[in-house]
């Protein structure tokens, strides 16, 4: 059976991508140029917001005491998990050295890049988790100074929350500024900040253009789409439970692509009954996101078997990717991707969005073919060092002036020459590109 599309997309998030770049380039050029006062300037005219930019302590002290106790202490929780996986992800990641040929050592050393700058959306919603997936994981990095910086409201400034999750997960400065401009500010070095190394954390269209023209003179994490979720589901599973994890993912937006791949007509059918209720019974924003998110983008494929759904999934390689069927062993083995998996109706993509420890930050728009999420390998740089007795370069120094030769790079060829000359002066050696 080829696939059959039971409901099929009108639009791609490709679909919607607006002329921005033009507009963020300008915002970026001003900034770069006018400085502190141009950002303050269009913080003026964006956020709307006039207090200060980099929070006091007094502040962030102020700040979180509006935190309600019970929040503090699911974000202590969501907290210490996302610090314990950064944490075992790290010890993955190790320095080490071989002895290439005799008397050459070579290696590899893991560094932290020095400066981090952690964008945290707060606008249509306030993402405590966002602060926490993208300082947690610079801090335990191990960043020298880690910017957390997050969109203020009018009158109010960065939402309490965000402040108290930033804060507790080790931000150095908290920065009160979005979009364009405070990307700006991060990368830049305005304010009194260190220019950052690496820029992460998801945000609007207007972020996501500015860390994509700026990337090459700073590091980014990925450049984000829309969110995107992907369901597989058999005959086994709960469409009441499907239905409800595909409208949880379709609330983000209404260009957040949701998708449902089965090989259950029956259960198909049920669930695409079940949502269009579900998106009703929301609050009105969330509503009006979930609903134009399943009228254009969602979409259920009817397939033949697992193998057909898995290599669909892939074929899709979504951000958030859930298996709701048998045998999970045998979907982990054949998945190969997606950004995040949820295995099982026992875990879902909210409690990674939210407290299970893995990172949130990860790739859309079919990135996941080629790269993985937000992790503390992400600030890391891994570098070569090399060192080597007299003799032990020798093989080295004869090879590389012959291929030298060969490329036609002289140069190349004599910084081996002079080496043989001076370690081994009673010694002739072939230093020719000929056979």
């Given at each position: 059976?080829?696939?059959?599309?039971?409901?099929?997309?009108?639009?791609t998030a490709k679909s919607d991508a607006s002329e921005v770049h033009?507009?963020?380039?300008?915002?970026?050029?001003?900034?770069?140029?006018?400085?502190?006062?141009?950002?303050?300037?269009?913080?003026?005219?964006?956020?709307?917001?006039?207090?200060?930019?980099?929070?006091?302590?007094e502040e962030i002290e102020a700040a979180c005491a509006l935190v309600p106790e019970k929040l503090k202490a699911d974000i202590r929780f969501a907290h210490d998990n996302v610090k314990r996986f950064a944490e075992k992800q790290k010890s993955t990641m190790s320095d080490m050295e071989i002895e290439i040929v005799p008397g050459l050592i070579a290696g590899q050393k893991a560094i932290p890049v020095d400066a981090a700058g952690c964008y945290v959306p707060g606008g249509r919603y306030s993402h405590i988790a966002s602060?926490?997936?993208?300082?947690?994981?610079?801090?335990?990095?191990?960043?020298?100074?880690?910017?957390?910086?997050?969109?203020p409201r009018p009158g109010v400034g960065v939402a309490p929350a965000i402040v108290y999750a930033a804060h507790i997960s080790g931000a150095d400065r908290i920065m009160?500024?979005?979009?364009?401009?405070?990307?700006?500010?991060?990368?830049?070095?305005?304010?009194?900040?260190?220019?950052?190394?690496?820029?992460?954390?998801?945000?609007?269209?207007?972020?996501?253009?500015?860390?994509?023209?700026?990337?090459?003179?700073?590091?980014?994490?990925?450049i984000a789409g829309p969110t995107d979720s992907l369901i597989l589901a058999d005959a086994q599973a709960?469409?009441?439970?499907?239905?409800?994890?595909?409208?949880?993912?379709?609330?983000?937006?209404?260009?957040?692509?949701?998708?449902?791949v089965t090989d259950d007509r029956a259960l198909a059918e049920k669930v695409m009954e079940l949502v269009p209720g579900l998106i009703e019974d929301l609050p009105e924003v969330n509503r009006e996101n979930a609903f134009a998110a399943w009228r254009d983008y969602a979409e259920v494929i009817l397939c033949s078997?697992?193998?057909?759904?898995?290599?669909?999934?892939?074929?899709?390689?979504?951000?958030?990717?859930?298996?709701?069927?048998?045998?999970?062993?045998?979907?982990?083995?054949?998945?190969?991707?997606?950004?995040?998996?949820?295995?099982?109706?026992e875990t879902t993509v909210s409690y990674g969005d939210k407290a299970t420890g893995t990172n949130h930050v990860l790739p859309t728009s079919g990135a996941a073919s080629y790269t993985g999420g937000l992790s503390v390998h992400k600030y890391m740089k891994i570098v070569t060092w090399q060192r080597a007795t007299r003799e032990g370069s020798k093989p080295v120094a004869l090879a590389t002036a012959r291929i030298s030769r060969l490329e036609g790079m002289e140069g190349h060829a004599r910084a081996a020459d002079v080496r043989l000359a001076k370690y081994f002066p009673d010694e002739t050696f072939d230093l020719t590109a000929d056979g």
């Open positions: 059976m080829a696939r059959e599309y039971l409901k099929k997309a009108t639009l033009e507009t963020v380039k300008t915002i970026l050029a001003d900034i770069e140029t006018g400085g502190d006062a141009k950002a303050m300037e269009y913080a003026a005219r964006f956020d709307r917001y006039e207090g200060n930019v980099l929070m006091t302590p602060a926490i997936m993208t300082v947690t994981t610079a801090k335990v990095a191990g960043c020298r100074h880690i910017t957390a910086c997050s969109p009160a500024m979005g979009g364009v401009q405070g990307v700006a500010a991060m990368t830049f070095g305005l304010f009194g900040l260190p220019p950052a190394n690496i820029l992460v954390g998801p945000g609007n269209q207007f972020v996501a253009e500015a860390k994509r023209i700026l990337f090459g003179r700073v590091g980014i994490d990925m709960d469409p009441m439970v499907v239905a409800t994890d595909l409208v949880s993912q379709a609330e983000h937006g209404y260009n957040s692509p949701v998708w449902l078997d697992r193998a057909e759904m898995a290599a669909c999934s892939d074929g899709y390689a979504p951000e958030h990717l859930t298996v709701q069927a048998d045998d999970l062993d045998w979907w982990l083995t054949h998945l190969t991707c997606y950004g995040s998996l949820f295995l099982g109706e």
